[in-house]
């Protein structure tokens, strides 16, 4: 079935720039969205934004202008990059495949903003 | 913001005893509702999607049923392997989307 591997910078200062990238494999990248999601103790589960196979984004209302999804289809790979991040970032991280019903997930990827 | 709530936080049960999880939204969702499973340092598992609609690989124990503004996730002949914090989602709107807080499940 569909996997998604991830991997990024976990550890940033403030005003840093949080960079992930997921990549899918034994499936198809074509035909889904693919989105990016966190999750924090604060605000439970967020939707951070998504992109579709010809790269059609959309993002957070509240994160928009910092925020830039992206995809490589040569690799099936897909990326996050958040800008001047600050504590409020500080989350665990997740790429997963859907608009609606998200699945699957990738593995997770536990972002901090210290100084 | 559609405001998903979840019930009770926390519920212990007996392995081989049935597990019974409610979710309530803040307005009709009619079925647009999926219910995820997440157990300590993993991601998020489907479920169940469409309220009822169990997802590919899931056991016949995990249960939905509920439309419009309430909710039930049942889990029958509980396993030490339920153990998890479960989570109700509403995607009524596309890419407004909530989760709930979680129900955790723990095995007596």
């Known amino acids: 079935q569909v996997q998604l591997q991830q991997w990024g910078t976990g550890l940033l200062k403030p005003s840093e720039t949080l960079s992930l990238t997921c990549a899918v494999s034994?499936?198809?990248?074509?035909?889904?969205?693919w989105v990016w999601i966190r999750q924090s103790s604060g605000r439970g589960m967020e939707w951070i934004g998504e992109?579709?196979?010809?790269?059609?984004?959309t993002y957070r209302p509240s994160l928009k202008g910092r925020v830039t999804i992206s995809l490589d289809t040569s690799k099936n790979q897909f990326s996050l990059r958040l800008t001047s991040v600050t504590a409020a970032d500080t989350a665990m991280y997740y790429c997963?495949?859907?608009?609606?019903?998200?699945?699957?997930w990738g593995q997770g990827t536990l972002v901090t903003v210290s100084s | 913001e559609i405001v998903m709530t979840q019930s009770p936080a926390t519920l212990s049960v007996s392995p081989g005893e049935r597990a019974t999880l409610s979710c309530r939204a803040s307005?009709?969702?009619?079925?647009?509702l999926a219910w995820y499973q997440q157990k300590p340092g993993q991601a998020p598992r489907l479920l169940i999607y469409?309220?009822?609609t169990r997802a590919t690989g899931i056991s016949a124990r995990f249960s939905g049923s509920g439309s419009g503004t309430e909710f039930t996730l049942t889990i029958n002949s509980l396993q030490s392997e339920d153990s998890a914090v479960y989570y109700c989602?509403?995607?009524?709107?596309?890419?407004?989307?909530?989760f709930g807080q979680g129900t955790k499940v723990e095995i007596k």
């Open positions: 997963a495949r859907g608009r609606l019903v998200i699945d699957p």
């Open positions: 034994n499936g198809s990248f074509s035909g889904h969205y």
């Open positions: 992109i579709n196979h010809n790269g059609g984004t």
């Open positions: 307005q009709g969702i009619i079925t647009n």
């Open positions: 469409g309220a009822s």
């Open positions: 989602q509403q995607y009524n709107d596309w890419f407004s989307w909530t």
